[in-house]
């Protein structure tokens, strides 16, 4: 019995490995400790991947062969990491600098393929058809060093959306070449051949970009509170986008960045589905295709001739000279900093998937022989190496001129930390209220977001406060997913208002993010609503909202804001948050407002070199009735209110919440409360004596006045 246990364990550890647990632990212990390892010798943690790949593979010390679940766990990372290039393509950066990647993406495929084709022609001694088929190699590259950037935080930098924009060009227009040489050499260049590629592509692109972004809006819609349900829908579009692209004739690869593309503006960037996105690619798809791209280098190839190891430097060679020769051009082009032409040839350098894919393709059809393929596999390790070394050092430069910048664009006063609080008192409605404060929250401010439920003081209250405590548990959890901290709140207090008020001073909140105001009853008339009580208690920024629809299914946002607005005390801070909900949805803004309020709105939109495209509308209070009748139901509506006695208050605020709900209940809405300032008055001591009180006292009588003739009316 003990020697067949023996047995069967030294069957188990016969190399190369062929238990799908011992190999997946195995995969998994690499992709852990690979770069902790190599972070020491300050080896970026892509290389440490692609080495292990090399020391383990069938050319190292074969524990693991290229079996069917390590190519379909590759495959999964390299659709993986195209579609996290689309998806966190910031768009309204790419629309900025569309025309930009057309230029890079013409100078990244025409600039290798003029080095490559006399090198391949006249150095290396192939004929034209294999010389063009190994310079149109050349020309491509795939985004193994995308990770290091997503790492730093700068996936936002316009060299980043016009590598990743060049990418998809001279990828499509490279598999495209590689379809047309293959039918050349197979005598098949018809016009059937041509017709068919043709269509096919069309109803490919039609697919994807008109029908494929309506089923995901209706998808979210229909499933918002099923998180789950939401990711795996997500990943099942991606993979059905890359099989489409391959039907249309085309590789995977442009499928899954396509479908990146459709999805950018429905997966906003700091959303719990975008989270678990990245999260499961860069854990494990993504790390599992850079080791299997380190299994198909075989080193012994550098030993085995004269000729090997030539074509190998010379493939090498030409490769990194075109891509950086287009990086420099690109920088003189468009007047780029030197490091962001680093970034730019670090992300352009490494060859790979669409290489491996070019060269397998021309192998198979007797285009190229077996020096070309051998050679191929060195130029990827040596590419990989020198794109992951070259973006880590751009990224780094970047990052620190970012955070030691020559200049403020703000003066000293100004810089501050917000702390939102978010009062709750309907947990249904909460959800949505706590994606748009992760939506707008400040990344760089040290405090949690707090969730605030205030229980009656009656017999029942320490009951309450224990089953309040459990749902705001829930919360946190939920929160967890975007990485937001969350400082649970539960208090007992014979006011609600009064509580929120004294929280908010307990905390020192600069934000209050509520639900919307519940209808008015007989008491709220008379007495005052307590949204109301809160607005007149505080003199922060309020945000009230009223989500119907998921936020990322908006496809426009709506601003109405009132004259005078710009010289309030909050004007910065609420434009600061709808340019960043704006930018998080890949959307613009309609604002209305008038014309000295649109001067101020293009100032700030400058001076914050924001890049959300918007419109400017003129303003007339009588056509707020028209205006929200005639808005969309994908519209998100937002309203900006006043405060009375500042300076933007206007009568015709009044009630704006009740008309708002008469009039657009079906609709997205945000209705903003800009911060006051404080005035110091050195009497507080007689401050119930002052003509506010006897105004708001009047105000009172008055409302009281108008309710009991409503009464006597009926």
């Known amino acids: 019995m003990n020697i067949d246990f023996f047995e069967h364990l030294i ?102 393929i003029a080095l490559g084709l006399p090198a391949c022609y006249y150095i290396l001694g192939y004929d034209l058809n294999a010389s063009f088929l190994i310079a149109s190699m050349f020309a491509t590259h795939t985004l193994v060093a995308y990770p290091i950037v997503t790492k730093f935080g700068v996936t936002k930098n316009p060299a980043v959306a016009i590598s990743v924009g060049g990418t998809i060009l001279t990828d499509t227009a490279v598999l495209i070449i590689l379809a047309i040489i293959v039918g050349s050499a197979n005598g098949g260049l018809t016009t059937q ?71 950018n503006r429905l997966i906003p960037h700091s959303s719990a589905l975008m989270n678990r996105l990245e999260f499961v690619g860069n854990a494990i798809f993504i790390p599992f295709f850079l080791i299997s791209v380190g299994m198909l280098v075989d080193v012994r190839v550098i030993l085995s001739g004269y000729t090997a190891i030539f074509v190998a430097a010379t493939l090498s060679i030409v490769a990194l000279a075109g891509k950086w020769l287009a990086a420099f051009v690109t920088q003189i082009a468009f007047k780029y900093k030197a490091e962001q032409r680093q970034l730019i040839f670090g992300l352009s350098s490494a060859h790979a998937a669409a290489t491996l894919a070019v060269i397998l393709v021309g192998y198979k059809a007797n285009i190229l022989d077996e020096n070309i393929l051998n050679g191929t596999i060195i130029l990827i390790l040596v590419t990989c190496v020198v794109a992951s070394f070259a973006t880590e050092g751009a990224v780094k430069k970047i990052v620190q001129n970012q955070e030691n910048p020559d200049f403020k664009e703000e003066p000293e006063e100004v810089v501050y930390y917000e702390n939102i609080l978010v009062p709750v008192s309907n947990f249904n409605k909460l959800e949505p209220i706590v994606d748009f404060t992760v939506l707008i929250k400040d990344k760089k401010s040290p405090y949690p977001l707090n969730i605030l439920s205030i229980v009656s ?78 607005i007149n208690a505080t003199t922060k920024t309020i945000f009230f909202c009223d989500f119907v629809k998921p936020l990322n299914t908006s496809k426009k946002i709506v601003l109405v804001c009132p004259p005078l607005t710009e010289l309030e005390d909050g004007f910065a801070y609420w434009m600061d948050k709808i340019l960043k909900l704006a930018n998080e949805l890949s959307v613009m803004i309609d604002f209305h407002a008038v014309a000295e309020t649109q001067k101020a709105i293009i100032k700030y939109t400058k001076m914050a070199k924001s890049k959300t495209a918007y419109s400017l509308n003129l303003l007339d209070f009588n056509q707020y009735p028209q205006l929200l009748s005639n808005a969309p139901f994908d519209h998100l509506m937002i309203f900006v209110s006043a405060r009375k006695g500042s300076i933007s208050y206007h009568s015709m605020l009044d009630n704006l919440n009740s008309t708002l709900n008469k009039d657009i209940n079906d ?13 110091d008055n050195k009497y507080t001591e007689y401050s119930d004596m002052n003509a506010e009180l006897f105004i708001k006292g009047v105000q009172k009588v008055n409302k009281i006045k108008k309710g009991i003739r409503t009464i006597f009316k009926k």
Do not use: C
Not at 35 to 63: A, C, E, F, Q, W
Not at 667 to 679: A, G, M, R
């Open 11 to 112: 069957h188990e550890f016969e190399l190369p490995l062929q238990n799908p647990v011992l190999i997946f632990s195995l995969i998994l212990f690499i992709i852990l400790l690979s770069p902790i390892l190599l972070r020491r010798l300050k080896i970026p943690g892509t290389i440490g991947l692609i080495l292990s790949g090399v020391v383990i593979g069938p050319h190292g010390v074969n524990l693991l062969a290229k079996n069917s679940a390590v190519d379909l766990f590759s495959t999964i990372g390299l659709l993986y990491i195209m579609f996290i290039a689309g998806i966190e393509l910031d768009m309204n950066e790419f629309k900025k600098n569309q025309f930009k990647s057309l230029g890079f993406g013409f100078f990244t495929f025409i600039i290798p």
């Open 193 to 263: 051949f041509w017709m068919k590629l043709g269509i096919s592509l069309s109803i490919f692109l039609l697919i994807i970009f008109l029908i494929l972004p309506r089923i995901a809006k209706w998808f979210f819609n229909r499933m918002d509170g099923d998180k789950t349900s939401n990711y795996v829908f997500v990943l099942s579009l991606v993979f059905l986008s890359a099989f489409l692209a391959e039907v249309a004739g085309v590789e995977p690869i442009i499928g899954a960045f396509m479908a990146g593309l459709a999805l």
């Open 457 to 534: 003081n009656d017999k029942d209250a320490e009951t309450n406060i224990i089953q309040v405590k459990r749902k705001l548990e829930d919360f946190v959890k939920y929160a967890s997913a975007t990485e937001t901290g969350v400082n649970p709140i539960a208090t007992i207090d014979i006011n609600i208002s009064d509580g929120i008020t004294r929280i908010s001073k307990e905390i020192l909140a600069s934000t209050l993010i509520l639900g919307w105001p519940h209808k008015e009853t007989f008491l709220d008339k008379i007495f005052g609503p307590k949204s109301e009580a809160i």
């Open 667 to 679: 609709h997205n809405i945000l209705l903003i409360y800009p911060s006051v300032k404080t005035s």
